[in-house]
């Protein structure tokens, strides 16, 4: 498999670019077709999966593959705002399959010098996308122009407008469109050495975080002021704060409020951060003072189920092993009435493939390298409260390797 898309290899030719007038607004820049040689994800890959479901052009409208399909661009405006007046900010990348030199991009008016400084690779810029509805008129015609008017097109139905959708039914009466959630999410599956570098960073910075929080708290810090610290101390470390499930004490409730982390209590922080859209999601616990033994009890117990996953982690290894392994060690397990394990995949969105949590005996899917697992371990306790680990483990050629694998323990402060 070649993740970078052929490099240096010469584009398949199809039809051609599309005529010269076509779409040539204030918004809209043309980069030469013979210009593009790479893309940055597996171009092979992903005319693989088109040819695969009949598919003459996938349509990408959410953030993280719009994202993924450019390279790393995202306007910088609408990173986390995508509302605006009476409709929300939308960029659509489309790519006609075996066709990279006809590849376009929809976006806002305005967005040309940032995609210049971010490299975007797409020969075709439309920068006229002023609202949802409007992007769907532009999508319409340039579907139109490459000859999918009356074809099969894959738009991401979970991550487009309403008014963009009904945009394209007016418009393109005769054209198929089916769902490219799932064959995007296949095209992402795999994960490059700079996607994994990022995924790494993101993991180490999240745990770090959190280390640097607990120490910041001081008894009777509410769950919502240790909140505050943690997103402080991610942005320090160059992550983009995306949420923490947060607990203390006997309590379950998990959203930051005014319940207080007290000496003697247990403390659970689940948090995702983000680096360049790449996302940490991991687990640790912390206590004021020394942990009671079955504190440490029940700790261990949730990391026993989290060691046990790991030990089939390799290349070959069904998804459903993953799984019966773990369970099989946590239904030996004293508080087991108490455990909920789980795996799933990780990158750019949690729970995306590997979908190892839906797996069953048999049904033939297997872990490769470059597949990315979050492997999490829940343990609800009324003496204690809530105890959970989640760790990040990625399948390499030989095994397994764990990302931000540190504090893993109860961490104690005074």
Same mark, same amino acid.
């Given at each position: 498999?070649?993740?970078?898309?052929?490099?240096?290899?010469?584009?398949?030719?199809?039809?051609?670019?599309?005529?010269?007038?076509?779409?040539?607004?204030?918004?809209?820049?043309?980069?030469?077709?013979?210009?593009?040689?790479?893309?940055?994800?597996?171009?092979?890959?992903?005319?693989?999966?088109?040819?695969?479901?009949?598919?003459?052009?996938?349509?990408?409208?959410?953030?993280?593959?719009?994202?993924?399909?450019?390279?790393?661009?995202?306007?910088?405006?609408?990173?986390?705002?995508?509302?605006?007046?009476?409709?929300?900010?939308?960029?659509?990348?489309?790519?006609?399959?075996?066709?990279?030199?006809?590849?376009?991009?929809?976006?806002?008016?305005?967005?040309?010098?940032?995609?210049?400084?971010?490299?975007?690779?797409?020969?075709?810029? #439309?920068?006229?996308?002023?609202?949802?509805?409007?992007?769907?008129?532009?999508?319409?015609?340039?579907?139109?122009?490459?000859?999918?008017? %009356?074809?099969?097109?894959?738009?991401?139905?979970?991550?487009?407008?309403?008014?963009?959708?009904?945009?394209?039914?007016?418009?393109?009466?005769?054209?198929?469109?089916?769902? %490219?959630?799932? #064959?995007?999410?296949? $095209?992402? +599956?795999?994960?490059?050495?700079?996607? #994994?570098?990022? $995924?790494?960073? %993101?993991?180490?910075?999240?745990?770090?975080?959190?280390?640097?929080?607990?120490?910041?708290?001081?008894? &009777?810090?509410?769950?919502?002021?240790?909140?505050? $610290?943690?997103?402080?101390?991610?942005?320090?470390?160059?992550?983009?704060?995306?949420?923490? +499930?947060?607990?203390?004490?006997?309590?379950?409730?998990?959203?930051?409020?005014?319940?207080?982390?007290?000496?003697?209590?247990?403390?659970?922080?689940?948090?995702?951060?983000?680096?360049?859209?790449?996302?940490?999601?991991?687990?640790?616990?912390?206590?004021?003072?020394?942990?009671?033994?079955?504190?440490?009890?029940?700790?261990?117990?949730?990391?026993?189920?989290?060691?046990?996953?790991?030990?089939?982690?390799?290349?070959?290894?069904?998804?459903?092993?993953?799984?019966?392994?773990?369970?099989?060690?946590?239904?030996?397990?004293?508080?087991? %009435?108490?455990?909920?394990?789980?795996?799933?995949?990780? &990158?750019?969105?949690?729970?995306?493939?590997?979908?190892?949590?839906?797996?069953?005996?048999?049904? &033939?899917?297997?872990?490769?390298?470059?597949?990315?697992?979050?492997?999490?371990?829940? +343990?609800?306790?009324?003496?204690? &409260?809530?105890?959970?680990?989640?760790?990040?483990?990625?399948?390499?050629?030989?095994?397994?390797?764990?990302?931000?694998?540190?504090?893993?323990?109860?961490?104690?402060?005074?």
């Amino acid at each position: 498999m070649d993740p970078g898309g052929g490099a240096g290899a010469p584009v398949k030719r199809g039809p051609g670019p599309l005529p010269r007038d076509y779409g040539q607004g204030v918004g809209m820049t043309k980069t030469p077709a013979d210009t593009v040689e790479t893309t940055p994800f597996d171009r092979g890959r992903m005319d693989d999966l088109l040819r695969e479901a009949d598919v003459d052009l996938v349509v990408a409208s959410s953030p993280h593959n719009t994202r993924y399909l450019t390279g790393g661009y995202r306007h910088h405006f609408h990173d986390r705002m995508p509302a605006g007046g009476r409709s929300s900010y939308l960029s659509v990348v489309g790519y006609p399959r075996e066709r990279p030199e006809d590849a376009f991009v929809v976006g806002r008016p305005g967005e040309q010098e940032e995609q210049r400084r971010g490299g975007v690779w797409v020969p075709n810029v #439309l920068n006229e996308g002023r609202s949802s509805a409007v992007v769907g008129e532009v999508l319409a015609g340039q579907a139109a122009g490459l000859g999918a008017g %009356a074809g099969t097109i894959a738009v991401e139905l979970p991550f487009l407008p309403a008014d963009t959708l009904l945009e394209l039914q007016r418009k393109l009466p005769d054209a198929k469109l089916i769902d %490219a959630t799932p #064959l995007l999410e296949e $095209l992402r +599956l795999i994960k490059r050495p700079d996607e #994994l570098a990022l $995924l790494k960073e %993101a993991s180490e910075g999240v745990v770090a975080a959190m280390l640097a929080t607990y120490a910041r708290a001081i008894p &009777g810090s509410t769950t919502r002021e240790i909140t505050t $610290l943690l997103q402080e101390e991610e942005a320090k470390r160059g992550l983009a704060f995306d949420y923490l +499930l947060i607990a203390t004490a006997r309590s379950f409730y998990r959203a930051p409020s005014d319940d207080r982390w007290e000496p003697g209590q247990s403390l659970s922080t689940d948090s995702g951060g983000s680096r360049h859209g790449y996302l940490g999601d991991l687990a640790r616990m912390a206590v004021f003072g020394e942990p009671t033994a079955l504190m440490r009890e029940l700790l261990d117990e949730v990391d026993a189920a989290q060691q046990a996953a790991r030990r089939p982690i390799r290349p070959g290894t069904p998804y459903a092993e993953v799984n019966a392994v773990a369970r099989e060690v946590v239904e030996q397990l004293p508080h087991r %009435a108490e455990i909920d394990f789980e795996a799933h995949g990780m &990158g750019m969105v949690n729970h995306e493939a590997p979908h190892v949590e839906l797996a069953r005996e048999g049904d &033939g899917q297997k872990l490769a390298a470059g597949m990315v697992l979050s492997i999490e371990t829940t +343990l609800k306790n009324r003496e204690v &409260g809530f105890v959970k680990l989640e760790d990040t483990v990625v399948v390499t050629d030989t095994g397994w390797e764990a990302y931000g694998d540190t504090g893993r323990g109860w961490n104690v402060f005074d």
